[in-house]
């Protein structure tokens, strides 16, 4: 089936805070990639395969991360629906891959006036430090008074914009209405969705560092387990929307 967006959860997550199930999910990714393991690890592999060729276009990594990250959901939806996947069902995402590219402008115009003030500070310090060696010292600490600040900053923004791909990917918004609407949910929800990024974050990455064929299991699993959530709170359900639930219980 064609997800979209179901309105009614959507108002919903932006009023009240979520019956959070982090464990379920957690659970939920590791089945479904331990039924499947072969054909999410090869897909990951493909696709950082991907990612880096696309590399010698600059920003060729970025525009390619939104549509893969939808290609793990669609995949989703037909093993939970006992629905038989071909492996071309991961790249689905890219049939939509226009939509990203105004949030990508948006997010690298953002990352570069916040690169701004740092690299003129760090320039600045590297001045004083040529002229006189004794403010060394002070540039090392200032790197590491900086540096946590950016980490926060990054950890902030990845709440407020967790949402922002998939309401762009699966609902009729543009992207500053996306970035709205996510904002809206990350922030009344904000420490789940602090604690749901913090493990997505440690999940795409752990393998890695444990064995690095290890991120073709746990980046799957992270992907798996954002949609099993994304899905939850804001899309329809398989059968019916809840207006229909609404609408059947009212009867």
Not at 62 to 91: R, T
Request: charged share 15%.
């Amino acid at each position: 089936m064609n997800r979209t967006l179901d309105q009614v959860k959507v108002s919903r997550a932006t009023q009240n805070k979520f019956d959070f199930r982090l464990g379920d999910y957690i659970n939920q990714s590791f089945k479904i990639f331990g039924d499947n393991w072969l054909q999410f690890a090869l897909f990951t592999l493909v696709s950082a395969i991907i990612s880096i060729l696309s590399v010698v276009t600059i920003i060729g990594p970025y525009l390619v991360m939104f549509p893969l990250q939808m290609g793990y959901g669609h995949v989703v939806d037909k093993i939970e629906n006992g629905e038989s996947f071909e492996f071309n069902d991961f790249f689905k995402g890219f049939e939509k891959w226009t939509r990203f590219i105004p949030f990508f402008l948006l997010m690298l115009g953002f990352s570069l006036l916040l690169m701004i003030p740092f690299v003129l500070l760090m320039g600045g310090f590297g001045l004083l430090v040529n002229e006189n060696e004794s403010f060394a010292p002070l540039f090392s600490l200032s790197i590491f008074a900086i540096l946590p600040l950016f980490i926060i900053i990054g950890i902030l923004l990845s709440v407020v914009t967790f949402f922002t791909p998939y309401i762009i990917y699966y609902g009729n918004y543009g992207v500053i209405d996306s970035i709205k609407l996510s904002y809206k949910i990350g922030m009344k929800n904000f420490w789940y969705i602090l604690l749901t990024v913090l493990l997505y974050s440690i999940l795409s990455q752990i393998g890695a560092y444990i064995c690095f064929v290890g991120i073709l299991a746990t980046f799957p699993i992270a992907q798996i387990m954002a949609y099993l959530l994304v899905k939850d709170f804001l899309l329809i359900d398989d059968q019916k929307t809840e207006i229909d639930l609404l609408g059947t219980n009212q009867e």
